[in-house]
């Protein structure tokens, strides 16, 4: 079973804060993405990265950053954390190759900035 | 803009019925996928179906996909409690690459 973990289930952090989110798979996986999720609008993508020290943009990649030294961990930066990006934050990863669509996620951050 | 949207926004039924959700999408798609997620959790992936096919079945789940109306329904026969969260329809961008577009997701209640 492919495992996708985010180093934390619950974070509280202050304005202006910096703030790393963490994820790691252990399936061997090229691709891995970071989305945030709020009520009423889905999942949105930050950022995704397709292979080490590759990344992408994705829908709303203001205010973030990543980074992806290791093939499995796939790391999530908040410069200055403000109250807008309180959300749920979930990391997901999929195999390269043809057909491979389907993602695994993690169990999701729930970010509160105050 | 979202790709998929869910409907209804939220269901809630007794234990036993059937459950239908149902997902729009805007553009061409290569395939259509539905992904559940327990509440405060990740999603975890049931059923993928691919443009060229209209139906498919996973235990007590089927997916119907019209391309042509760009919709496709998420059934749940005789649901259970268990089966209470949220399911999100998830559509490839059309374009080949691996970016998925998620919808906002139908909450479902199954009383017991």
């Known amino acids: 079973d492919v495992k996708v973990t985010q180093s934390s289930r619950y974070l509280v952090k202050r304005t202006g804060e910096k703030v790393f989110l963490e994820c790691v798979q252990d399936m061997d996986h090229e691709n891995m993405f970071w989305y945030r999720q709020d009520p009423g609008l889905g999942l949105r993508l930050i950022y995704f990265s397709y292979d080490v020290k590759m990344k992408e943009k994705g829908d709303i990649p203001e205010g973030y950053s990543v980074s992806r030294e290791k093939k499995e961990r796939f790391s999530l930066i908040l410069e200055s954390a403000s109250t807008n990006q309180t959300s749920m934050y979930l990391c997901?990863?999929?195999?390269?190759?043809?057909?491979?669509?389907?993602?695994?996620f993690g169990p999701g951050t729930r970010l509160l900035v105050l | 803009s979202q790709q998929g949207e869910e409907d209804p926004q939220a269901l809630s039924i007794q234990e036993g019925e059937n459950a239908t959700m149902n997902c729009s999408y805007k553009t061409s798609i290569n395939n259509l996928q539905w992904y559940r997620q327990n509440s405060g959790r990740g999603l975890v992936h049931l059923i993928l179906?691919?443009?060229?096919?209209r139906e498919k079945h996973s235990g007590r789940l089927r997916v119907t996909l019209d391309t042509s109306k760009k919709s496709s329904s998420l059934l749940i026969t005789a649901s259970r409690a268990a089966d209470t969260a949220s399911y999100f329809c998830?559509?490839?961008?059309?374009?080949?690459?691996?970016?998925?577009?998620f919808g906002a997701g139908t909450r479902l209640f199954v009383k017991a």
């Open positions: 997901a990863s999929i195999p390269r190759g043809e057909g491979q669509e389907t993602q695994y």
């Open positions: 998830a559509t490839d961008a059309g374009t080949g690459g691996f970016k998925t577009i």
């Open positions: 179906i691919r443009s060229n096919e």
